[in-house]
């Protein structure tokens, strides 16, 4: 037995064994719906975009026309600017910082995540030979300064209460 | 005639990208705006952790604290958000930021002495602690109350009080204070605390039979952060050549 035999053998076969051999198939107009409907799903998005770069490019030769234009007849120098509606100014106060006596710039904290904690104030200590730039409220009578170099010590108890003490260096005996 | 050209050319390429990005797209939530509040009385900080706190997308939110130096204004909060979450902070602002703080301070003033002596039995409870905590840290072995006094202080405003000490001294102490907590946190700054002794005289010493006059003098300088309810103890040494320290014990006093 040749090949060729075989292969008809094998072939003839194959036909006797198919179960759709006596199908008649997809009549034409079945065919042409199912086309219709293959080649609309795929070619949908390209037909509802497929006029952007069209709509692009009559709009960028527009905007080169009416900026040429414009440049041309010097639009630019009579139209009136337009002010900014709103910008963050710094108000017309002499500003200062928080924990400073110093007056110094502004200080505009912008924060995109939540505000960090503010700096400890808690132990904040001020130089020893400090001019005092606390209140100065009515007082029945004139009262001296002295002029001695004072120091401060802040610290904790074991119970936890807080102490500041003031250490006067050159205490005089009235 | 040209002005009359130019406009619908504009306005046509002006409308040609919104109409093609129009069609697919839903119409986006109402678009952040910045509006710049005005703090005058609450901490700013406490004021940018209320309105940061408002913002329910953060990623929309932004907030800018500035800080000013004058009497009436604090700073101001430029905050971009979307309007309903301004509406949410300007009625929080309009809630926390309508009154200062006022606040009441409990002061003792105390002599502490090197020498044994009876127990100061005068000490109100709320400071019974603070006392002896005291006892058992500095050296000194009585504690005598001279005077107490109450202050009600509204934030940055100056408040002060007289008190009398020994040999007909009179002490001042003026303070002033801010507020730096949050409206759940009762944390103050006292920003100003001195205590002076004012000008006084004493009893005729020499045979001259004139009295002694002594100028008055600032004793203590200094500021501290205080929380509602707590004790805090301020001093100092040596007072006119006495033996003697000079203590006030300084209470916040919680509001009731």
Same mark, same amino acid.
């Given at each position: 037995?040749?090949?060729?035999? +075989?292969?008809?053998?094998?072939? +003839?076969?194959?036909?006797?064994?198919?179960?759709?051999?006596?199908?008649?198939?997809?009549?034409?107009?079945?065919?042409?719906?199912?086309?219709?409907?293959?080649?609309?799903?795929?070619?949908?998005? +390209?037909?509802?975009?497929? @006029?952007?770069?069209?709509?692009?490019?009559?709009?960028?030769?527009?905007?080169?026309?009416?900026?040429?234009?414009?440049?041309?007849?010097?639009? @630019?120098?009579?139209?009136?600017?337009?002010?900014?509606?709103?910008?963050?100014?710094?108000?017309?106060?002499?500003?200062?910082?928080?924990?400073?006596?110093?007056?110094?710039?502004?200080?505009?904290?912008?924060?995109?995540?939540?505000?960090?904690?503010?700096?400890?104030?808690?132990? +904040?200590?001020?130089?020893?030979?400090?001019?005092?730039?606390?209140?100065?409220?009515?007082?029945?009578?004139?009262?001296?300064?002295?002029?001695?170099?004072?120091?401060?010590?802040?610290?904790?108890?074991?119970?936890?209460?807080?102490?500041?003490?003031?250490?006067?260096?050159?205490?005089?005996?009235? | 005639?040209?002005?009359?050209?130019?406009?619908?050319?504009?306005?046509?390429?002006?409308?040609?990208?919104?109409?093609?990005?129009?069609?697919?797209?839903?119409?986006?939530?109402?678009? $952040?705006?910045?509006?710049?509040?005005?703090?005058?009385?609450?901490?700013?900080?406490?004021?940018?952790?209320?309105?940061?706190?408002?913002?329910?997308? &953060?990623?929309?939110?932004?907030?800018? !604290?500035?800080?000013?130096?004058?009497? &009436?204004?604090?700073?101001?909060?430029? #905050?971009?958000?979307?309007?309903? #979450?301004?509406? =949410?902070? !300007?009625? *929080?602002?309009?809630?926390?930021?309508?009154? $200062?703080?006022?606040?009441?301070?409990?002061?003792?003033?105390?002599?502490?002495?090197? =020498?044994?002596?009876?127990?100061?039995?005068?000490?109100?409870?709320? *400071?019974?602690? *603070?006392?002896?905590?005291? &006892?058992?840290?500095?050296?000194?072995?009585?504690?005598?109350?001279?005077?107490?006094?109450?202050?009600?202080?509204?934030?940055?405003?100056?408040?002060?009080?007289?008190? #009398?000490?020994? =040999?007909?001294?009179?002490?001042?102490?003026?303070?002033?204070?801010?507020?730096?907590?949050?409206?759940?946190?009762?944390?103050?700054?006292?920003?100003?605390?001195?205590?002076?002794?004012? $000008?006084?005289?004493?009893?005729? !010493?020499?045979?001259?039979?004139? $009295?002694?006059?002594?100028?008055?003098?600032?004793?203590?300088?200094?500021?501290?952060?205080?929380?509602?309810?707590?004790?805090?103890?301020?001093?100092?040494?040596?007072?006119?050549?006495?033996?003697?320290?000079?203590?006030?014990?300084?209470?916040?006093?919680?509001?009731?």
């Amino acid at each position: 037995m040749n090949r060729q035999t +075989r292969d008809e053998q094998l072939r +003839r076969l194959l036909r006797e064994a198919d179960p759709a051999a006596d199908d008649p198939g997809l009549s034409r107009e079945e065919i042409r719906h199912m086309r219709r409907t293959v080649l609309s799903a795929v070619s949908e998005p +390209r037909r509802r975009w497929g @006029f952007a770069p069209l709509l692009m490019g009559a709009a960028t030769a527009i905007l080169l026309l009416v900026l040429g234009w414009t440049l041309w007849l010097g639009g @630019f120098s009579t139209a009136p600017s337009r002010q900014p509606v709103r910008e963050a100014v710094v108000p017309p106060i002499s500003p200062s910082p928080i924990f400073t006596v110093q007056p110094a710039a502004p200080t505009l904290r912008v924060t995109s995540e939540k505000p960090a904690a503010p700096r400890s104030a808690t132990h +904040r200590r001020r130089p020893a030979s400090r001019k005092p730039a606390a209140p100065r409220t009515s007082s029945p009578g004139p009262v001296a300064i002295a002029e001695a170099e004072t120091h401060q010590i802040q610290f904790s108890t074991p119970g936890g209460t807080r102490i500041i003490w003031v250490l006067t260096a050159n205490q005089t005996t009235d | 005639m040209k002005t009359s050209c130019v406009r619908p050319l504009t306005l046509a390429l002006l409308l040609l990208p919104a109409s093609l990005a129009a069609a697919p797209q839903e119409q986006p939530a109402a678009s $952040p705006n910045s509006v710049r509040y005005e703090i005058r009385y609450m901490d700013m900080h406490a004021a940018e952790v209320l309105a940061w706190d408002q913002c329910i997308q &953060k990623a929309r939110c932004r907030v800018a !604290a500035l800080t000013v130096n004058d009497s &009436k204004v604090k700073g101001f909060l430029e #905050v971009l958000a979307e309007p309903a #979450v301004h509406e =949410k902070i !300007a009625r *929080a602002l309009a809630k926390e930021d309508a009154t $200062p703080r006022t606040q009441r301070f409990q002061l003792l003033l105390m002599a502490a002495s090197e =020498k044994a002596g009876g127990a100061s039995s005068d000490v109100p409870a709320n *400071a019974q602690k *603070a006392l002896a905590d005291l &006892k058992g840290f500095l050296p000194f072995k009585s504690y005598e109350l001279l005077d107490t006094a109450w202050v009600s202080a509204t934030q940055d405003r100056n408040a002060d009080a007289h008190m #009398v000490g020994r =040999k007909g001294q009179n002490f001042r102490i003026a303070m002033r204070f801010r507020n730096v907590g949050s409206p759940a946190d009762h944390s103050l700054f006292v920003d100003a605390f001195q205590l002076a002794v004012e $000008p006084y005289a004493t009893e005729p !010493a020499g045979p001259d039979g004139k $009295p002694d006059h002594h100028p008055g003098r600032e004793l203590i300088d200094t500021t501290f952060g205080l929380k509602e309810g707590e004790t805090l103890v301020v001093g100092t040494s040596k007072v006119d050549g006495v033996d003697e320290a000079l203590v006030v014990l300084l209470t916040a006093v919680p509001a009731s």
